[in-house]
């Protein structure tokens, strides 16, 4: 079974910048595609952005031209690159994978990992 680790959560003043970590251990060939969701107190869930093994990519746009998913090239390892942080960023961000298939339009998260802390305030 794949689990996944998250790492890079912290606490930034706005504007600032962020870059969230995803890892992956297991079978590596099972995970179609790799996402961020948020989950801040008294909100909705919000899928925030995916990117499945063959590439192709899909923000919020609430973080459209700000944040930035991308792998490694061992594809054990998933990246949100957070610019321009708002204080309505603040959320715990979690990350979760797609097994067997997926796509950017129909991302299930199938497994959690047990998420990171985004803190955005002066």
């Known amino acids: 079974q794949v689990q996944l680790v998250e790492s890079g959560g912290g606490l930034v003043q706005p504007g600032g910048s962020l870059r969230l970590s995803c890892a992956a251990s297991?079978?590596?060939?099972?995970?179609?595609?790799m996402g961020w969701y948020r989950q801040a107190p008294e909100k909705e869930r919000e899928l925030v952005s995916v990117i499945t093994v063959g590439g192709s990519t899909n923000y919020a746009d609430s973080v459209k031209g700000r944040f930035t998913i991308s792998r490694d090239n061992a594809k054990s390892t998933v990246y949100l690159q957070m610019n321009s942080l708002k204080p309505e960023d603040t959320a715990v961000y979690y990350c979760g994978a797609d097994l067997r298939y997926s796509s950017t339009s129909s991302f299930r998260g199938d497994l959690w990992g047990q998420g990171t802390q985004v803190t955005v305030s002066s």
């Open positions: 297991g079978t590596i060939r099972n995970i179609a595609a």
